[in-house]
């Protein structure tokens, strides 16, 4: 059973700024892509920012310029760094990793992480 390992949320004042880190196990390889979702009360669950590739990242249009996604290759682990943090961004983050094992597609969750922002 794979386990990713997430760190870094919190309450933090608008404005503010969080890192949350994901570090999936070093045994995995062929990582297809490595990302972040959220989920509010009483909402779905959303991307937040994804890395594919390592180099490639995507962003939902609410945290663009706000959100940086970014991936050390060699530890299997992503970082989001979260700057001007809002109240609208508090939510459970959940870390996601896709990988291959030969010809079969896997996919991850972490157990999730709580971030308020609040005054």
């Known amino acids: 059973q794979v386990q990713l390992v997430e760190s870094g949320g919190g309450l933090v004042q608008p404005g503010g700024s969080l890192r949350l880190s994901c570090a999936a196990p070093?045994?995995?390889?062929?990582?297809?892509?490595m990302g972040w979702y959220r989920q509010a009360p009483g909402k779905q669950r959303e991307l937040v920012a994804i890395i594919t590739s390592g180099t490639n990242a995507n962003y939902a249009d609410s945290v663009k310029g706000r959100f940086t996604i970014s991936g050390d290759n060699a530890q299997n682990t992503v970082f989001l760094q979260m700057n001007s943090l809002k109240p609208e961004d508090t939510a459970v983050y959940f870390c996601?990793?896709?990988?291959?094992?030969?010809?079969?597609?896997?996919?991850?969750w972490g157990q999730g992480t709580q971030v308020t922002v609040s005054s």
């Open positions: 996601n990793v896709k990988y291959r094992i030969r010809l079969t597609n896997y996919d991850v």
């Open positions: 070093g045994t995995i390889f062929n990582i297809n892509a």
